[in-house]
T-cell receptor, first 114, second 113 residues
Framework: ETGVTQTPRHLVMGMTNKKSLKCEQHLGHNAMYWYKQSAKKPLELMFVYSLEERVENNSVPSRFSPECPNSSHLFLHLHTLQPEDSALYLC?????????????FGSGTRLTVV | DAKTTQPPSMDCAEGRAANLPCNHSTISGNEYVYWYRQIHSQGPQYIIHGLKNNETNEMASLIITEDRKSSTLILPHATLRDTAVYYCIVRVQATDSWGKLQFGAGTQVVVTP
């Protein structure tokens, strides 16, 4: 366990479904991130939250909607996804918004859109 | 942030030292060198980072050339559990910038018995 917990570990959803991915950290970190890792592609940064405020949205389609209700929790709400959205979704956190002490990643949610 | 170049893959014998090179010829004076690794189907794991001086921790050593245009990650005694993709990343640490990591393709390291 890294201290960053992601649930569920695996998710299969239809294109018309609505689901949410959850990330939780109790490391006292102030910044949280969503990354997407598609097959044979580098990790892509999706969203950054610093002190519960979204500071970056990397041109992510609106069918992905993040939510950060407090500094310990981060959600990614999914709706009307496409098969090409199938990927490993990784959450990360850092102690401060500069990432001075490195980033801690969760184990990810393996998403399959059918 | 500066780009990095790593070999796509390398093999290493168990028990031997693994030396992973990284070129970052366009690195700026305020950019740090970070190394992460990703074991299959897991999230990336922080290994080490440095600015100018060589660094060592319980996992690895980081050797940065004097001109800072390249670096080498050293795993002193590779084990089968070190098989992973290793990422070399350079990024700025500034008081007013929030953290962001840009991952490349990395080096697939396979440790063999």
């Amino acid at each position: 366990e890294t201290g960053v917990t992601q649930t569920p570990r695996h998710l299969v959803m239809g294109m018309t479904n609505k689901k949410s991915l959850k990330c939780e950290q109790h490391l006292g970190h102030n910044a949280m991130y969503w990354y997407k890792q598609s097959a044979k592609k580098p990790l892509e940064l999706m969203f950054v939250y610093s002190l519960e405020e979204r500071v970056e949205n990397n041109s992510v389609p609106s069918r992905f909607s993040p939510e950060c209700p407090n500094s310990s929790h981060l959600f990614l709400h999914l709706h009307t996804l496409q098969p090409e959205d199938s990927a490993l979704y990784l959450c990360a956190s850092s102690q401060d918004s500069r990432g001075t002490h490195g980033y801690t990643f969760g184990s990810g949610t393996r998403l399959t859109v059918v | 942030d500066a780009k990095t170049t790593q070999p796509p893959s390398m093999d290493c014998a168990e028990g031997r030292a693994a030396n992973l090179p990284c070129n970052h010829s366009t690195i700026s004076g305020n950019e740090y060198v970070y190394w992460y690794r990703q074991i299959h189907s897991q999230g990336p794991q922080y290994i080490i980072h440095g600015l100018k001086n060589n660094e060592t921790n319980e996992m690895a050593s980081l050797i940065i050339t004097e001109d800072r245009k390249s670096s080498t990650l050293i795993l002193p005694h590779a084990t089968l559990r070190d098989t992973a993709v290793y990422y070399c990343i350079v990024r700025v640490q500034a008081t007013d910038s929030w953290g962001k990591l840009q991952f490349g393709a990395g080096t697939q390291v396979v440790v063999t018995p």
